[in-house]
């Protein structure tokens, strides 16, 4: 008796939040969070590559981050080409959620200058 308590009380929860996810009421937050994330990675990228030539293999190459840089850090998906002269990155997570296509909502001029390529996506598997 006291081991279903608990395992009724998961699966409570496991249905709240897949009822909270269906019903997209955290989508307008989990974008404004997305967006953040996405432009915070691409700002610390291209730092990277004006300072070092190149952009990171891996994000865990990034220096002289700040904490709050941490979060974005964890929740994007990023690659390099193999030149480590261009890249793709994703946002998996906003606030509670995986955001919209936050790299398409983005107008053109935002991307420019950036070694950004859409080509290169995803990178799960990379």
């Given amino acids: 008796m006291l081991v279903a308590v608990p395992l009724v009380l998961v699966m409570v929860a496991v249905v709240a939040v897949v009822a909270v996810a269906?019903?997209?009421?955290?989508?307008?937050?989990?974008?404004?969070?997305?967006?953040q994330h996405l432009k915070t990675i691409v700002a610390l990228v291209e730092l990277h590559k004006v300072r070092y030539g190149a952009y990171p293999a891996r994000l865990s190459e990034l220096k002289f981050?700040?904490?709050?840089?941490?979060?974005p850090i964890q929740v994007v998906s990023y690659c390099a080409a193999e030149d480590r002269q261009s890249y793709y990155v994703e946002v998996q997570?906003?606030?509670?959620?995986?955001?919209?296509?936050?790299?398409?909502?983005q107008p053109a001029e935002?991307?420019?200058?950036?070694?950004?390529?859409?080509?290169?996506?995803?990178?799960?598997?990379r």
């Fill in 110 to 125: 935002f991307w420019q200058g950036t070694g950004f390529r859409r080509d290169l996506g995803p990178c799960r598997g």
């Fill in 65 to 71: 981050i700040g904490k709050w840089d941490e979060l």
């Fill in 93 to 105: 997570r906003g606030w509670a959620f995986k955001p919209g296509d936050l790299a398409q909502e």
């Fill in 22 to 35: 269906r019903s997209g009421i955290t989508r307008p937050v989990d974008n404004m969070f997305g967006d």
